[in-house]
Structure formats: structure tokens, C-alpha cells
């Protein structure tokens, strides 16, 4: 054991980091796809759960089971506003199997939904490392079961990404609007779910 004497401690010179640390090694055009990414999977955690509103504000029910149904309904839109992208998925998969038209691809649609869930948790909450010659960037993200994200990601997949979110968000609305309802929150076509006037 060493004398506490004889430890040397040292601090971080914050005034002699770099303009922009941690994040100054990427290109800002990186940071600027890496955002737009992230706010597409924030609008379609939005659409999720609108989605959850609708199919089941327009679920037909038995007359004996409206009290109880309707006990769950406030519970289930509450978790809608604060459940992460997982359990949104879940939800909106479970409030579409329940409707009674529900999408014939509805579990194609879910399972993307799902590999993309990977893709949000990796470019949200991973540590971004320095880029390498082709501007490919590692990010430091271990999984709740603990596997290791192992694929470079550049502004190319980035925005690839993207795309793909925006296209599942328009799936999920799609899910809605084939049944003949407006989306919520749209002035889009189709008859409104909830009508305020």
C-alpha cells in the first residue's frame, strides 16, 4: 500500500480542452446527421402513440366489458406518452392485435420496428469514438444483455437510417388511415377519431 504522501493527484485543464470536446474529432455534418436520426426516432415514438390512441379509441367492444375496458383505456394512453421506444412497440402491437382490423402485416411491421429499436438505443446512448479515415465512427454501446454494438457507422448510414425510421413512421401511420380514420393530431384525410367541437 502506498503513503497517502506520496500520491501525485491530478485535474482535468478544462481551459485547454478543445472548442466543441468531446465531440470536435467529427465533421459537424456528422453531428448534424447523427441529430436528425435521433429526432426521426423521436417523432416516430410520437407516432406510436397516436397509433395506440387510435386503435384503441376505435376497437369495437361488448357492451358487458365497456366499464372495465374503459378503466384500462386512461392507464394505456398515460404509458403511451411515457414509455420508451420498446415499449411503445409493444404496446402499439398489442393495441393493433386487438383491434378487430387489425393490419394482415402487422408482425412484419413490428419486427422492424424492433431491429430498428437496436439502432436507436446505439446512436443515442453510445459514446461516439474518433472516426477513421473513411469517417466511420465505432460507437461504445453494450445492451442490457450485454452485446457489444460492432458496426462503424458514417453519415451514409446515418441517413439511410434516417430514411428508413421516417418510412416505418408512415407505415405506422398507414396502419391507421387504411382503416378509414384521420391520424391523430393531422388534418390529414379520413373520418377524426375524436372530435372536439
Keep these: 500500500m502506498t503513503n497517502e504522501a506520496e500520491i501525485k493527484r491530478f485535474t482535468v485543464d478544462i481551459d ?12 459537424a455534418a456528422f453531428w448534424e446527421t447523427l441529430g436528425r436520426a435521433i429526432g426521426t426516432f423521436g417523432f416516430l415514438e410520437e407516432v406510436l402513440g397516436k397509433a395506440i390512441f387510435a386503435f384503441t379509441a376505435t376497437r ?12 384500462k383505456w386512461r392507464p394505456t394512453l398515460e404509458r403511451a406518452l411515457e414509455d420508451p421506444l420498446g415499449g411503445l ?9 386487438k383491434h378487430q382490423d387489425a393490419p394482415p402485416y402487422l408482425d412484419d411491421l413490428l419486427k422492424q420496428l424492433r431491429e430498428a429499436s437496436v439502432w436507436r438505443n446505439t446512436i443515442c446512448h453510445g459514446s461516439w469514438r474518433v472516426p ?49 380514420y384521420q391520424f391523430p393530431g393531422s388534418s390529414g384525410p379520413g373520418k377524426p377519431i375524436w372530435n372536439l367541437s
Excluded at 60 to 71: H, T, V
Excluded at 89 to 96: K, L, Q, T, V
Design 132 to 180: 477513421d479515415e473513411q469517417g466511420r465512427s465505432l460507437p461504445l454501446y453494450v445492451d442490457k444483455k450485454r452485446g457489444v454494438f460492432e458496426t462503424p457507422i458514417n453519415i451514409a448510414a446515418l441517413k439511410q437510417l434516417q430514411r428508413h425510421v421516417a418510412e416505418l413512421a408512415c407505415a405506422v401511420v398507414n396502419t391507421v388511415t387504411q382503416l378509414g
Design 60 to 71: 369495437q367492444i361488448l357492451p358487458d366489458q365497456i366499464e372495465s375496458e374503459y378503466a
Design 89 to 97: 412497440i409493444d404496446s402499439y402491437g398489442s393495441s393493433a392485435r
Design 16 to 27: 485547454r480542452i478543445p472548442e466543441n470536446f468531446p465531440t470536435h474529432r467529427h465533421d
